[in-house]
């Protein structure tokens, strides 16, 4: 499987897209809000609505528009939808950890989620104690607390299921009178926002921003750190805020994740990232005929760097942009070119010059070194690399495909070592500083963890993060339920 991301080989974690729209066709509409978020997570898709105070839930692996079709849309009507793009970063990626996860019991849900709970290992037991579980992601675990929850109260059961999860989460919800809830926890690590469609009974909620303008809604606000908003007929409420100690987003929503037309803390990411170049030049200025970008997510920096140095910026590599997730494996020929699969580049930009190679991150470098190599297989006379972020030293446990410190080149190198490593004239990065300040906010509402180990959010000693790590043959881990609604439409779920 190829990752859509060739340089820093990192992944997120998920999107998700809700909709309060009872005079429109949700379940299309949540198809396009996914498409949008589609950067977020290309493993599988979901979407479930409310009809007739019942949820119906279609999801399956792949892409969006491979997941869906005109007649599982045709089908799927109702008044509310919650849809979901997964990474996965706990529980494999089978159709059976798909979202939203619909959970039945005291409560009647469907819920999708974006982020890493730290403490689910301490309701499992619980939880398969009390009649077993079907997959095996922290997800699940969230959505059965609630579920099972027997005051008869939704709200009580969401606002308890608050008080006892710890962990990076944004959570839309959606129970089958069609009411949505969204939630975040208390540092608001990932990002959710809630949009207004063109009608006052039209409510949209986000990962990104980018996925409002896609259904013709316009951005309302975010959701606070530790708010959870109820929407319904008379728009969205805020019902329960828990403490939020300090704000701390995730600083790769503002280098990579997110998306550049998107903003987050009403910043534009485009031109943060555009200013972390800038900043990157003036850390580490070099002489150079040329700037490219590692593209696509290199870009903006790399225009910034080209702007503050004064050397002139020029597509150096070009991206096939049809190379995505694949679940079919290359033949030994195709595997020897590596990141040849996306990108070539560009002989005439590259031969003879001093090149600036700008990338937005480096996480296990074993992809920088190929391209580095690379240019100088086209004729580059140097390769210059600059960073646009810090070097990653210490693994996250908040919703990022990076849990483990041995894959991290940099969590026991210094930038030298690298540099021998990935083999370009010179390798720098920007500073933990410079980066912060690009993003025009202060080093207190960001989550610099994976840079200096300031963890805002403790992590529990004896934990293994581990995305398998409720793998367990024995944990009582069952396949979904399906139900035939009709003879090719085995993956709708009714209840």
């Given amino acids: 499987m190829f990752s859509s991301c060739p340089s820093a080989t990192i992944h997120e974690k998920c999107g998700v897209f809700a909709l309060f729209a009872p005079d429109e066709d949700v379940a299309r509409l949540t198809y396009f809000g996914l498409y949008s978020l589609q950067h977020r997570g290309q493993e599988s898709a979901g979407i479930a609505v409310s009809t007739n105070r019942k949820l119906v839930c279609y999801k399956d692996m792949g892409l969006v528009t491979q997941a869906f079709s005109e007649k599982v849309l045709t089908i799927m009507k109702g008044e509310?939808?919650?849809?979901?793009?997964?990474?996965?970063?706990?529980?494999?990626?089978?159709?059976?950890?798909?979202?939203?996860?619909?959970?039945?019991?005291?409560?009647?849900?469907?819920?999708?989620?974006?982020?890493?709970?730290?403490?689910?290992?301490?309701?499992?037991?619980?939880?398969?104690?009390?009649?077993?579980?079907?997959?095996?992601?922290?997800?699940?675990?969230?959505?059965?607390?609630?579920?099972?929850?027997?005051?008869?109260?939704?709200?009580?059961?969401?606002?308890?299921?608050?008080?006892?999860?710890?962990?990076?989460?944004?959570?839309?919800?959606?129970?089958?009178?069609?009411?949505?809830?969204?939630?975040?926890?208390?540092?608001?690590?990932?990002?959710?926002?809630?949009?207004?469609?063109?009608?006052?009974?039209?409510?949209?909620?986000?990962?990104?921003?980018?996925a409002l303008s896609i259904v013709g809604a316009e951005f309302v606000r975010e959701i606070k750190p530790g708010e959870l908003v109820r929407i319904d007929d008379f728009g969205p409420t805020t019902i329960y805020q828990l403490e939020s100690p300090r704000n701390a987003t995730c600083s790769f929503e503002f280098i990579y994740f997110a998306r550049p037309d998107s903003y987050i803390l009403n910043k534009s990411l485009y031109y943060s990232r555009k200013k972390m170049g800038m900043n990157l030049a003036r850390e580490n200025p070099v002489d150079a005929d040329v700037v490219i970008s590692i593209p696509d997510s290199g870009t903006p920096a790399a225009i910034g760097f080209a702007?503050?140095?004064?050397?002139?910026?020029?597509?150096?590599?070009?991206?096939?942009?049809?190379?995505?997730?694949?679940?079919?494996?290359?033949?030994?020929?195709?595997?020897?070119?590596?990141?040849?699969?996306?990108?070539?580049?560009?002989?005439?930009?590259?031969?003879?010059?001093?090149?600036?190679?700008?990338?937005?991150?480096?996480?296990?470098?074993?992809?920088?070194?190929?391209?580095?190599?690379?240019?100088?297989?086209?004729?580059?006379?140097?390769?210059?690399?600059?960073?646009?972020?810090?070097?990653v030293k210490f693994p996250c446990f908040y919703g990022i495909d990076m849990a483990e410190a041995s894959q991290l080149i940099a969590a026991t190198r210094t930038v030298e070592e690298i540099e021998a490593i990935i083999k370009p004239d010179t390798l720098r990065y920007l500073s933990i500083e410079g980066m912060v300040a690009a993003c025009g906010l202060s080093r207190h509402e960001l989550c610099t963890a994976c840079f200096n180990d300031d963890y805002p959010i403790p992590i529990p000693q004896q934990l293994q993060l581990d995305k398998f790590k409720f793998e367990d043959p024995n944990s009582g881990c069952k396949p979904a339920l399906e139900i035939n609604l009709k003879p090719d439409m085995s993956k709708v779920f009714g209840s």
């Avoid at 049809?322 to 005439?348: C, H, S, W």
Wanted: proline share 4%; with cysteine.
């Fill in 307 to 391: 702007q503050e140095s004064g050397i002139p910026y020029d597509e150096g590599l070009i991206k096939n942009r049809y190379v995505g997730r694949t679940f079919i494996a290359p033949d030994q020929r195709i595997r020897a070119l590596g990141v040849k699969l996306k990108l070539n580049p560009l002989l005439e930009a590259v031969g003879g010059k001093r090149v600036v190679l700008v990338d937005d991150s480096i996480v296990r470098g074993s992809t920088s070194s190929q391209i580095v190599q690379m240019m100088y297989d086209a004729g580059a006379r140097e390769v210059h690399m600059r960073v646009s972020c810090p070097p």
């Fill in 80 to 210: 509310s939808a919650v849809g979901h793009v997964r990474y996965s970063t706990t529980g494999s990626s089978i159709e059976r950890n798909a979202q939203p996860i619909v959970a039945q019991g005291h409560h009647h849900i469907a819920l999708a989620h974006n982020g890493n709970l730290v403490n689910a290992g301490l309701f499992r037991e619980e939880l398969n104690t009390n009649g077993g579980l079907k997959g095996t992601t922290d997800t699940e675990i969230m959505a059965e607390l609630i579920a099972r929850n027997p005051t008869p109260d939704l709200e009580t059961a969401i606002t308890e299921c608050m008080d006892r999860i710890e962990g990076a989460y944004s959570v839309a919800i959606l129970d089958r009178s069609g009411v949505i809830y969204a939630m975040r926890d208390r540092h608001g690590i990932r990002p959710l926002c809630i949009g207004r469609l063109g009608n006052d009974h039209g409510w949209v909620v986000a990962s990104e921003t980018c």
